[in-house]
């Protein structure tokens, strides 16, 4: 039988019924479904261009190191990084979107998936490398490690899904 048995509920909040009966979405899902797309459209858009934004109107202070009522502000977002990698923060937000955001929905549970996150991580494990941005050594020790260590992550789950695909085929 394909007809529904009761109100089609959203499944974050049962108390949310998404569907009238004449299938129509009700007043209240569609007021979740603007908030929703606001906040998808702001987060991953609006974050990393505030940044790019703020760092770009500050960069002349940064790296002349001489203070301005923004640069001081930005500190805890520049502050450890060396001046010439003062947007370092940026590159950390971009990493961390396009891991958890984008890699959420692309593909999602197929071998392709785990590649391109494969591939994403090696690529900013390769910048981290050759920029090592951090004012102390120790920081980037840090960061090169935990990165090798997400590389790892993703290798690993890789080979186990190699695993599980070729264990479902025999």
């Known amino acids: ?3 529904l048995a009761g109100p089609a509920v959203m499944q974050a909040d049962l108390a949310v019924v998404c569907w009238e009966e004449s299938g129509t979405k ?3 899902y569609r007021r979740i479904q603007r908030i929703a797309g ?3 459209a702001l987060y991953p858009v609006g974050v990393p261009l505030f940044y790019m934004v703020l760092f770009f109107k500050a960069r ?3 790296w002349a190191e001489q203070p301005t009522t923004l640069s001081k502000a930005l ?3 520049v502050g450890d990084y060396d001046t010439t990698y003062f947007f370092w923060e940026l590159v950390e937000v971009l990493k961390k979107l396009l891991l958890v955001g984008a890699m959420s929905v692309v593909l999602p549970g197929q071998i392709s998936q785990l590649v391109i996150a494969f591939v994403i991580v090696i690529c ?3 910048a981290l490398l050759i920029a090592r ?3 102390r050594v120790s920081d980037d020790v840090i960061a090169l490690a935990a990165g090798f260590a997400l590389v790892m992550f993703f290798f690993f789950t890789l080979l186990l899904k190699v695993q599980t695909l070729v264990e479902a085929v025999e």
């Open 1 to 3: 039988n394909d007809e």
């Open 26 to 28: 009700t007043a209240e």
């Open 38 to 40: 606001v906040a998808i």
């Open 60 to 62: 002349r202070a940064i």
């Open 75 to 77: 500190d805890f977002l």
């Open 124 to 126: 900013f494990q390769t």
């Open 133 to 135: 941005p951090f004012k």
